[in-house]
T-cell receptor, first 114, second 113 residues
Framework: DAGVIQSPRHEVTEMGQEVTLRCKPISGHDYLFWYRQTMMRGLELLIYFNNNVPIDDSGMPEDRFSAKMPNASFSTLKIQPSEPRDSAVYFC????????????FGSGTQLSVL | KQEVTQIPAALSVPEGENLVLNCSFTDSAIYNLQWFRQDPGKGLTSLLLIQSSQREQTSGRLNASLDKSSGRSTLYIAASQPGDSATYLCAAPEGGATNKLIFGTGTLLAVQP
């Protein structure tokens, strides 16, 4: 398996624009997680899915953020409208089962909002 | 609410030295704890996963221990090498049966050749 695949690798956009981040989890993994990493706040869980269903979205900062998982092999994280404070590295991760099996991370998307 | 703390924030050692990284957590009602490695500009790689029923877990030169009663975990790296240079993070579940991992801020390790 190629691991967790994220795209794009880098995204530079202007304030107010819509940003869509994409993730393909490892095949067979039932859990998918979106994390955000910044120097100030470290790694924060934004939302996670189990079998394509959102389970906990309490980490989503505000209504400008939304995430979907239309099928087992694809998820998106959308920010609309984007703001400079959204600049961060966004990671997608997946795991095989419940009880926190090993987490496998993608390489991340470096987002810069100007 | 789970809080995870890692000490030290940064560590520099000469090659060949044995070292210990520390992780503490506030909510001991966890069923496992994970240690990760992050290289610059990369994602995280899971190194070791310790179940609450275990006291330690080993992989090669790495050994992780877990003491739930004291809310502590340690990562021991034997005979360190320059290739071990990275940021090491520990993560504990928020509490109970949850998949929500709370990460520490990490220890930045530099192994000098």
């Amino acid at each position: 398996d190629a691991g967790v695949i994220q795209s794009p690798r880098h995204e530079v956009t202007e304030m107010g624009q819509e940003v869509t981040l994409r993730c393909k989890p490892i095949s067979g993994h039932d859990y998918l997680f979106w994390y955000r990493q910044t120097m100030m706040r470290g790694l924060e869980l934004l939302i996670y899915f189990n079998n394509n269903v959102p389970i906990d979205d309490s980490g989503m900062p505000e209504d400008r953020f939304s995430a979907k998982m239309p099928n087992a092999s694809f998820s998106t994280l959308k920010i609309q409208p984007s703001e400079p404070r959204d600049s961060a590295v966004y990671f997608c991760a997946s795991s095989e089962g419940a009880n926190n099996e090993k987490l496998f991370f993608g390489s991340g998307t470096q987002l810069s909002v100007l | 609410k789970q809080e995870v703390t890692q000490i030290p924030a940064a560590l520099s050692v000469p090659e060949g030295e044995n070292l210990v990284l520390n992780c503490s957590f506030t909510d001991s009602a966890i069923y496992n704890l994970q240690w990760f490695r992050q290289d610059p500009g990369k994602g995280l790689t899971s190194l070791l996963l310790i179940q609450s029923s275990q006291r330690e877990q080993t992989s090669g030169r790495l050994n992780a221990s877990l003491d739930k009663s004291s809310g502590r975990s340690t990562l021991y790296i034997a005979a360190s090498q320059p290739g071990d240079s990275a940021t090491y993070l520990c993560a504990a579940p928020e509490g109970g049966a949850t998949n929500k991992l709370i990460f520490g801020t990490g220890t930045l390790l530099a192994v000098q050749p």
